[in-house]
Each structure stands twice: as C-alpha cells, then as structure tokens.
Nanobody, 122 residues
C-alpha cells in the first residue's frame, strides 16, 4: 500500500489542523493505520492509531484529548484532527499502515508515507 500524507502547515499555539493520509494499492480497509511524528533531533514517536474497523483507537499520552484519529474506508483515507496545538507538537508527521496487534508499536507498521510538516508557533 502507498501512503500520501497532506495537510501540514504553520499555525499558532491553540490552533487546529487536520492531516489526511490517502492510501492506494492493496486493500486499505484491511490495515490498521497510525500517525507518528518526528521532531528535529528526536526519535520518531507514536501519536495515534486506529483499527481497520475504526472501532478501536489508541493515543499517546501527550496528545490524548487534543487529537482525534479517524478513517473513511470508502475513501481510503485516514485523518488526524489536531486541536489545541502546542509548540511541542512541531514535527514532521507520518502516516503508516500495518497488520499489527499493538497500535503503538512502530516496528509493527510495514508501510510509511513521506511525512508532512507541522509547525506550531507560540
């Protein structure tokens, strides 16, 4: 499956952005999807994940209550709604797909998009 992330940009603290990840190739609906982010000089970290049914989601503690992951299998797209953004949310955001048991485990994802930059200013 090929993944194309979009929707990044620059926003002031407290603002909102919605990221999208369009998938093509193999059957999108069979994959669990995740969002990760990587700040300069930092390791890539898990942000949010969603099961292929959309009925189960999981969030990193740092974003829980502010970010919402969702998917539309009819459009082969997964979204990340980001509200109440903070400067520490600044990073390149990546979407990923995989068949995995634990949504928060980076090594469980087999396919990665190219990333989209989110910059939050104070």
């Amino acid at each position: 499956v090929q993944l194309q992330a979009s929707g990044g940009g620059s926003v002031q603290a407290g603002g909102s952005l919605r990221l999208s990840c369009a998938a093509s190739g193999r059957t999108f609906a069979n994959y669990a999807m995740g969002w990760f982010r990587q700040a300069p000089g930092q390791e890539r970290e898990f942000v949010a994940g969603i099961r292929w049914t959309g009925g189960s989601t999981y969030y990193a503690a740092a974003v829980k209550g502010r970010f919402t992951i969702s998917r539309d299998n009819s459009k082969n797209t997964v979204y990340l709604q980001m509200n109440s953004l903070k400067p520490e949310d600044t990073a390149v955001y990546y979407c990923a797909a995989g068949h995995l048991k634990y949504l928060g485990i980076k090594s469980g994802y087999d396919h990665w998009g190219q990333g989209t930059l989110v910059t939050v200013s104070s």
